[in-house]
């Protein structure tokens, strides 16, 4: 392993090696490494604000990010790349969070490793690994079957892990977006948000898999698309001791129902629920309960306790079942049938708060 010594003071500065990048291609469709690392530059500068990390220090990190890429010592040692960018860039001066962005932007490399330490680093890996899969999916270059030349997969879930393990304040789609930002002006980089999205959901399902949830557990959390990826872990918690309750599989199926009921429905629901068209004992109850439940679930969604707002979900379980038993919601009267469609809407969002439930249902 070579050391802060091993690279010379007297030798070229990190900064003064980018100019260099621009004799490094990048990829033939979308150009060359110092043009990259303009888009670096932007893009971790955006995420380093909306996590709360130093700017200035974000984008310099990144312009610096490749330079070690046409040194002599990388040039011999490729897997160096990273590592003797920090050398480099301590030897030059440059601060601690700059330098240690400079190595960790690589990070994690595979399954398992280590992710970026502190926010400078997390702002210049995520904004790494984000250009690479919106540039190769925007010039078609998706991995297919066991084929992932480029790495995709693996930056796929470096993006995860790091927002998610980090509890980084970042919304997916808003980070797709940035990325995507980047390449305008680049003809050969085609709009390619929604794949770019879907293949990370993907990435995420099997991540999620592999942590032990069942498939069921983790359709109720990531088939609606969560936007905020670090909620991710509390909320499967909470679904898994849900599950574990007695009224969680009678709960489920009536949600799995009432979803159905209003996709076939279309939007024969009224906007708002008019109370004094609620005629039956049944469906009063459950209108009353959910409008004691809604405030409740949404204060503990609130403050993150997910566990108690579908705890507290659980004690609608008689009133949902009396309403199925005793009330016809496809009544003929077309004012009654909407009246409860909108009930049933209201219903079905607060069930639906943390997750939806109706894919724990066999």
């Known amino acids: 392993m070579p050391s802060a010594a091993t690279c010379s003071r007297s030798g070229p500065s990190l900064a003064s090696r980018v100019a260099r990048l621009e004799s490094v291609v990048y990829h033939n469709r979308i150009g060359t490494q110092r043009e990259r690392v303009e888009r670096l530059r932007t893009l971790a500068g955006s995420l380093a604000e909306l996590i709360g990390a130093d700017r200035e220090a974000a984008e310099r990190a990144a312009l610096l990010a490749k330079a070690d890429l046409v040194t002599d010592m990388v040039g011999e040692f490729p897997e160096l790349q990273g590592l003797m960018g920090r050398y480099y860039a301590e030897h030059d001066g440059e601060g601690a969070p700059v330098a240690a962005a400079v190595e960790q932007h690589y990070w994690p490399r595979y399954a398992g490793d280590r992710l970026p330490a502190g926010p400078v680093a997390q702002a210049v890996a995520l904004a790494d690994k984000l250009e690479l899969v919106a540039g190769m999916f925007g010039i078609g270059n998706e991995p297919s079957g066991d084929r992932d030349p480029f790495g995709l997969r693996r930056a796929a879930l470096g993006i995860l892990r790091i927002v998610v393990e980090g509890r980084l304040p970042l919304l997916l789609p808003d980070i797709v977006a940035a990325a995507q930002a980047s390449f305008v002006g680049v003809p050969a980089v085609a709009d390619a948000t929604r794949a770019v999205e879907d293949f990370i959901y993907e990435r ?16 109720a959390v990531v088939d609606s698309r969560p936007a905020e990826l670090r909620e991710l872990p509390r909320r499967l918690a909470a679904v898994r001791e849900f599950e574990a309750l007695p009224e969680s599989g009678a709960l489920a199926a009536a949600n799995k129902r009432i979803v159905n009921i209003l996709r076939k429905s279309g939007s024969e629901a009224a906007a ?8 039956e004992a049944a469906e009063r109850e459950l209108h009353t309960v959910f409008g004691m439940l809604e405030p409740a679930v949404d204060a503990h969604c609130a403050g993150g306790d997910y566990t108690a707002a579908l705890k507290a979900l659980a004690t609608a379980k008689p009133a949902v079942d009396r309403f199925f038993d005793e009330v016809m919601v496809m009544a003929d009267d077309p004012a009654v049938r909407a009246n409860r469609l909108a009930l049933l809407r209201r219903v079905a969002a607060t069930m639906n708060r943390v997750a939806d439930i109706s894919r724990l249902a066999a």
Do not use: F, K, P, S
Request: charged share 15%; aromatic share 4%; glycine share 8%.
């Open 272 to 279: 708002a629920v008019a109370v004094e068209q609620l005629h």
């Open 204 to 219: 995420l399902r099997g991540m999620l898999r592999e942590q032990g949830y069942t498939a069921n557990q983790v359709a």
